[in-house]
Nanobody, 124 residues
Framework: QVQLVESGGGLVQAGGSLRLSCTASGRTLRDYDMGWFRQAPGKEREFVAAINWSGGTTYYADSVKGRFTISRDNAKNTVYLQMNSLKLEDTAVYYC?????????????????WGQGTQVTVSS
């Protein structure tokens, strides 16, 4: 079992930056590829970014490519999401999770042990 806690969300103006953290307890994250997803009110959870177990390979949704950076520090059992040039449409609750099942990295059904999420609100 893995327990995840996301943090770092908040209210930021458009064009600003935030750094989200996802810290695990109960099991080392080194065993997993990790993903960040987000869910806006009234919308389905959508893929944001993913990183393989070593940090050597990353994937991004087209909507955040060039603005967001996913990284990890396995020694700290933590995954990060650096978000720059934030837009109004980035407003959502952001979740991290380990990819527990094989398959597409962008499919939330392949992830488990979801955290409680952290709210990101971008204002104009």
């Amino acid at each position: 079992q893995v327990q995840l806690v996301e943090s770092g969300g908040g209210l930021v103006q458009a064009g600003g930056s935030l750094r989200l953290s996802c810290t695990a307890s109960g099991r080392t994250l080194r065993d997993y590829d990790m993903g960040w997803f987000r869910q806006a009110p009234g919308k389905e959870r959508e893929f944001v970014a993913a990183i393989n177990w070593s940090g050597g390979t990353t994937y991004y949704a087209d909507s955040v490519k060039g603005r967001f950076t996913i990284s990890r520090d396995n020694a700290k059992n933590t995954v990060y999401l650096q978000m720059n040039s934030l837009k109004l449409e980035d407003t959502a609750v952001y979740y991290c999770a380990p990819q527990r099942y094989s398959g597409r990295y962008a499919d939330s059904g392949n992830y488990d042990y979801w955290g409680q999420g952290t709210q990101v609100t971008v204002s104009s």
